[in-house]
């Protein structure tokens, strides 16, 4: 969870950040430009005949300003006029008009009833933006504008009176943040689709989810603003084509990223999600039959992608988000991210449904792009905590091969050892008791001077029979038929009583720690054996340093008794430590290597466990893991 705090402090403060930020209007939203005219206030008139280019003389007309346009959905009209007066603009070389923020199809302006703009475009894209130049006038001029559409029709923005090239720079510079974001995103997009090849094919799963969603998103971020339907307007229906395609994209990809987060069968949500793919699919032949035939088609096109698809997309976030959160109580961190993400999406296109219906004003979405790239920023933390989970587990996984395949080697060397030994040990021993023998009683029968050679004949003799009896021991660590229940606190007193004389001649301090008796299955012998010769180890360990400290303690942990023996003399490298029990191998000048080889066998055979933790320089600690039993009287 603290990994997550961070992330939540992030998004948090992300959308404290958006909820202060104004969508990009230009000048006509302020009162006055440094040099500019802002007017605020015009009058509308209805009209229905598409043929008229003036006025009705007998209609009406309303008056509208920013804070109350009357203009937006048609209600069975066929257009609106908007009219306002401007003033003198002979203080300009080259004077402009611009509205920032308008709905409309075709449009046609008149100066004093003369045409001076006319743009019509032949795609369902309502959102438009007027520019256009103006003659210098000494005199207050009267603006007409025709504006007809299938939709909706009239001014958002105020109306600003400037010079045209400072006008058409300011608008210019306004929707540079939206095509930049789309941008942006559209270059992370592309650059996963790109690298998705070298993903294994679980992870490309999500990865070719997440760029799809990427491109389908900064694709209807750009489609949405006016300026490629202004400045490419023969591309006009292709756009809207491109934006309805990525609006029916970005969904199921939705819906697919997120069946690759939750665990579990999920079969209804799946289920959902595959009849949302072939709607999805559906609604692109409508939009492109939309395209194609034209305004006759447009109320299917309507029906089809607009009114029959929203509640699917609020079974959808509804979908997503309740199952985030089941998984989030089930432990599952990267639901949590996830449903973060969706509610702040969620979050942003309620606060753009707020903003539009509660005002008398038309008011421009804005704030569902911020929603969106919060969306996919919570999507790119989970797939990353995804990727490294999964990298995580295969250094485990691969700490783990490497263990088992270091253990498989080791077995076989000692399966190896074992059967030399055992074939050759009875073989050697037998001779070597004989000669043992008759070297005794020649030693007796022999002159005082030739004594001590005899008696150090026979001590390597008894050295061979006990590396003799350590290969058979390793050979057959068998416990034989005398496995009792051991009380490990009273073996290893006995121990620290055998071993106390060794450790007083080498000047190291034996430290004892066991509180608690425990008990296991074992054979007390066999037991002392192994045990005496780590703690032997040690002891030789420190001979060389002063203070040395050989400790010895016993506790349980899950279900085992734990006896750790500890001590602060040279230690040993990672290395050395993986070769520990290995035939032959050992750290002292004079040791044999068969000694931990046989340590290793017996505590194996008692179903225990032994592990070595050594830092050079600080010392070492073997840590023996027995199964904690139950004393039977």
């Not at 934006?243 to 999920?266: R, W």
């Not at 030739?450 to 350590?470: N, Q």
């Amino acid at each position: 969870m603290k990994r997550v705090k961070p992330i939540l402090f992030i998004l948090i403060c992300a959308v404290l950040a958006i909820l202060f930020i104004r969508p990009q209007t230009g000048f006509a939203d302020n009162a006055q430009s440094s040099s500019g005219i802002s007017i605020k206030e015009w009058e509308i008139q209805w009209f229905n005949d598409e043929t008229s280019e003036t006025p009705s003389a007998t209609e009406p007309w309303l008056k509208a300003n920013i804070h109350q346009t009357l203009e937006e959905n048609l209600e069975g009209h066929t257009g609106v006029w908007v009219h306002f007066v401007i003033p003198p603009t002979s203080v300009w070389q080259t004077p402009g008009l611009l509205i920032n923020q308008m709905y409309g199809n075709n449009i046609k302006v008149y100066e004093d009833n003369k045409l001076i703009y006319e743009f019509t475009r032949d795609s369902s894209f309502d959102r438009n933006m007027l520019l256009t130049s103006l003659v210098p006038n000494p005199e207050p001029s009267n603006i007409y504008i025709r504006i007809a559409s299938l939709d909706r029709a009239g001014i958002v923005s105020g109306v600003l009176i400037d010079n045209y090239n400072d006008l058409s720079k300011s608008y210019i510079i306004g929707e540079l943040p939206s095509l930049m974001l789309g941008a942006s995103i559209a270059f992370v997009g592309l650059i996963m689709l790109l690298i998705s090849g070298y993903l294994n094919p679980q992870q490309r799963k999500a990865w070719l989810a997440l760029s799809m969603i990427a491109l389908a998103t900064s694709v209807m971020i750009i489609t949405f603003t006016t300026f490629p339907h202004v400045y490419f307007k023969q591309y006009g229906r292709l756009l809207q084509l491109l934006f309805d395609i990525s609006m029916l994209v970005v969904f199921p990809a939705l819906h697919l990223f997120a069946a690759t987060i939750f665990e579990g069968k999920l079969v209804f949500y799946r289920k959902f999600g595959q009849w949302f793919v072939g709607y999805s699919i559906f609604c692109v032949f409508v939009s492109i039959l939309n395209q194609q035939i034209g305004d006759s088609f447009y109320f299917l096109y309507k029906l089809f992608t607009f009114y029959l698809l929203a509640p699917m997309l609020l079974i959808h976030f509804a979908l997503v988000i309740s199952q985030a959160f089941i998984q989030s109580v089930r432990g599952n961190k990267n639901s949590i991210i996830l449903a973060l993400g969706f509610l702040t999406c969620a979050g942003m296109f309620v606060m753009d449904l707020l903003r539009i219906f509660l005002s008398d004003s038309m008011r421009l979405p804005f704030l569902w792009k911020f929603g969106v790239m919060l969306l996919i920023i919570s999507l790119l933390i989970v797939l990353a905590r995804r990727i490294s989970a999964d990298h995580r587990k295969l250094v485990v996984y691969s700490k783990e091969l490497e263990m088992f395949n270091g253990r498989l080697q080791r077995e076989e060397k000692l399966k190896f050892i074992s059967e030399l030994a055992a074939s050759i040990a009875h073989e050697v021993r037998n001779p070597l008791q004989v000669t043992r023998g008759f070297l005794q009683l020649i030693s007796n029968k022999s002159e005082e001077t030739t004594k001590p050679h005899f008696s150090m004949a026979i001590d390597e003799l008894d050295r061979a029979s006990t590396i003799i009896t350590d290969f058979l021991t390793f050979a057959k660590p068998e416990l034989d038929n005398n496995v009792t229940t051991m009380d490990l606190h009273q073996e290893l007193m006995a121990i620290v009583t055998i071993i106390s004389p060794m450790a007083a001649l080498s000047g190291a301090a034996l430290q004892v720690d066991m509180p608690n008796k425990f008990y296991a299955k074992g054979n007390p012998s066999k037991f002392k054996q192994a045990v005496l010769n780590m703690v032997k180890n040690s002891i030789e360990a420190i001979e060389a340093r002063e203070n040395g400290t050989v400790k010895i303690s016993m506790h349980e942990e899950k279900g085992k008794a734990v006896i750790r023996i500890a001590d602060n003399g040279e230690g040993m490298e990672e290395e050395q430590i993986a070769k520990l029990g290995e035939p032959y191998y050992s750290t002292k000048t004079k040791g044999t290597g068969l000694g931990l080889m046989v340590t290793f066998r017996i505590i194996e055979v008692m179903e225990g466990t032994l592990e070595f933790r050594s830092k050079k320089g600080k010392g070492t600690e073997a840590i023996i893991r027995f199964p904690v039993v139950t004393n039977e009287n």
